[in-house]
């Protein structure tokens, strides 16, 4: 079945830039979306189609995508930015919908 | 405010059912595609289920296919997941997102906050 490929963790200072990475076979056809999870908070779509950013969404967070992988960055990452991050995407040949293991950003 | 709200989630032993509802708000649910999304302890997020505008186009992840069923009543803008057999490894908390429509659909693009299952006897 098809895995998309995140770090476990990632933990910057604040005002630090943080990337975090989500790496797929399939990522070079089909496009990335990542979403932030905060406990007790409904999950915000925070990048669509590997680079465009939502309305709502502060422009430190940006997305780019290259070959198989696709990166999410925060330029100047704030304390409230902290939580779980997940890419998402779907196979090229199956339409399988998977998520990322999740990275866990801590900006301390 | 545009959101959606779950519940129905609860304690249930092994084998048994519970049904989620999620309803939505400041907008209309027959223009989305919609989706049921979970988060078991420790654990990522999984997309379980998939349900068309009409309701008559569905689609499961193995995981809980032949055991959960995705509906929807358009008149009440109201989304469902029925669990039956439900099993341990279900324990999560529960998600309803919609899908915006657009040249490229964007998958889950409004989140409910969740409604929490355990399995435990």
């Known amino acids: 079945s098809y895995e998309l490929t995140q770090p476990p963790s990632v933990s910057v200072s604040p005002g630090q830039t943080a990337r975090i990475t989500c790496s797929g076979d399939a990522l070079s056809k089909k496009y990335a979306y990542w979403y932030h999870l905060r406990s007790g908070q409904a999950p915000v779509l925070v990048i669509h189609e590997d680079i465009k950013r939502p309305s709502g969404i502060p422009e430190r967070f940006s997305g780019s995508s290259s070959g198989t992988m696709a990166t999410l960055t925060i330029s100047g990452a704030q304390v409230e930015d902290e939580g779980d991050y997940y890419c998402y995407s779907t196979d090229s040949s199956s339409d399988q919908r998977v998520f990322g293991g999740g990275t866990k950003l801590t900006v301390l | 405010e545009v959101q959606l709200v779950e519940s129905g989630g609860g304690l249930v032993q092994p084998g048994g059912s519970l049904r989620l509802s999620c309803v939505g708000s400041?907008?209309?649910?027959?223009?989305?595609?919609m989706n049921w999304v979970r988060r078991a302890p420790g654990k990522g997020l999984e997309w379980l289920s998939y349900?068309?505008?009409?309701?008559?186009?569905?689609d499961y992840a193995d995981s809980v296919k032949g055991r959960f069923t995705v509906s929807r009543d358009n008149a009440k803008n109201t989304l469902f997941l029925q669990m039956d057999g439900l099993r341990v490894d279900d324990t999560a908390v529960y998600f309803c997102?919609?899908?915006?429509?657009?040249?490229?659909?964007?998958?889950?693009?409004?989140w409910g906050q969740g409604a929490r299952v355990t399995v435990s006897s």
């Open positions: 997102t919609r899908d915006r429509p657009g040249g490229t659909t964007t998958p889950f693009d409004l």
């Open positions: 400041g907008f209309i649910i027959n223009s989305y595609e």
């Open positions: 349900i068309s505008r009409s309701g008559n186009i569905q």
